[in-house]
Each structure stands twice: as C-alpha cells, then as structure tokens.
C-alpha cells in the first residue's frame, strides 16, 4: 500500500472487553514496530517484528498485551481485559528493512482507543 | 537506558519567524541517532530531520535545521520562516545504532507544542 495503515482508527471499549488493533505495513517492509501514546505523552515503545519473528516485546506493559505477525506482514496487537489505564493512541511504524541501516521508519495515523 | 527531555512543553511564534526547539537526551552509547518528528492533529508521526552521531555536520532539511551538540548531548531545531503548516507536536526522539542486532526502537521526548500565528 501507499503507507502505515491501521484499523480501527477510533475504538471505544467497556472495561473488561477484548480489543484486536490491526496494522497493514507498506508492502515489503520487513520492520514493524508498535508504540502506544498516552494523551499529552511521547509515543512508548511496546513491541518490534523482524518479518515474522517477534525479537522485542520488553515494552509490553503486562501480559494483558500480546502482538503476532504470522506472516510476516500484517501484524495484531490484542489487549484482553481492557482497563481504563489502556485508553491511548496505538502507533504502528514499519520499515524496509533494518533501521540501522538507515530506512525511514514510516508511522500509520494510529488507532485511537478509549476504555470506558 | 536513554532518556529523551524536551523542556519547553509549548511554543508560539509569528509567521515568518525563527523559532528554535529544545532537546537534551542522556545515553552512554557512543554511536546513535537522533530524529525530529511532527505529529499534526491526525497523529501521523512525519519525520523532519534525521542526525547521525558520527556526523560532526549539523543536518539540514530546507527550513528546518539542528544544532547537534554531542558533548553537551543537546540536539535542538531551528524552524527558519516558519509556516502556519508548521503547526503541530514535534517530537525529539533517540536511536541507538544497532549494529549486527539491528533495528533498534525510538526513545521520544514528551513533545513540544508549537503554534504557529498568523
């Protein structure tokens, strides 16, 4: 595709609910990473895919939160048992191939969850 | 770990007027990268500026330009006649090189709100 996309953009939970966010990086790229911004906050790192394989998951906040990319494209971040504390911007970003080697990392407009 | 700190949590200036953005970051590695990011109200992270720590240049990207100095570990951005366009949240933000480990994750500031006025 033309860029980051991600879906839902705005996602409203009761409490307890089980949420699935879905990100749909630019074709090809092999990086993906998932951030999560607070209201008024910097993004925080949560998760980092190479391909299919998941080599970063230090930023997940508790084991509530869970991320997959089976093939190596398209990747989930799920939340069980949504609290109100979880209500924040989830930030998808992709990149062609390692960042260290210089590739922009491009970010989707994000998708927007409030817990209620 | 790194830490990113932008003190100035809001800015506002006149169109056409120079503003410069605040940034200070804390790490013990000796090779790293430093970004800018704009993030207008869509939340869409647009990078402005990319520096590599090797790089005793400061970047440039038309208007927008840094000040990269490593000792003091400040990396600020000079927004040169700036456009109502330029408003947003910019964000400073830090990566490690990554070396044979590879991409490594971005370390972001809390933001700096500039408006800019008409």
């Known amino acids: 595709g033309a860029g980051v996309s991600q879906s839902p953009r705005y996602k409203v939970a009761k409490r307890g609910q089980d949420v699935a966010l879905r990100c749909d990086p630019i074709?090809?790229?092999?990086?993906l990473f998932w951030y999560q911004q607070a209201l008024g906050q910097g993004p925080e790192f949560l998760t980092y895919f190479q391909n299919e394989a998941q080599l970063d998951k230090s930023g997940l906040p508790s084991d509530r939160f869970f991320a997959e990319r089976p093939e190596g494209s398209v990747s989930t971040l799920k939340i069980q048992r949504t609290q109100q504390e979880d209500s924040a911007v989830y930030l998808c970003?992709?990149?062609?191939?390692?960042?260290?080697?210089?590739?922009?990392?491009?970010f989707g407009e994000g998708s927007w969850l409030t817990v209620v | 770990a790194q830490t990113v700190t932008q003190s100035q949590p809001e800015m506002s200036v006149q169109e056409a007027e120079t503003v410069t953005l605040s940034c200070t970051y804390d790490t013990s590695e000796s090779n790293y990268y430093l970004f800018w990011y704009k993030q207008p109200p869509s939340r869409q992270m647009i990078l402005v500026i990319r520096?590599?720590?090797?790089?005793?240049q400061n970047a440039t990207e038309n208007r927008f330009s840094v000040n990269f100095q490593k000792a003091a570990k400040s990396f600020s951005l000079k927004i040169s006649d700036s456009q109502l366009g330029d408003t947003a949240m910019y964000f400073c933000a830090f990566m490690k090189h990554g070396g044979i480990q590879g991409a490594q994750k971005l370390v972001f500031g809390q933001g700096t709100r500039l408006t800019i006025n008409p």
């Open positions: 520096q590599e720590a090797y790089k005793q």
């Open positions: 970003a992709s990149s062609l191939v390692l960042v260290d080697s210089g590739n922009t990392i491009y």
């Open positions: 074709s090809g790229h092999v990086s």
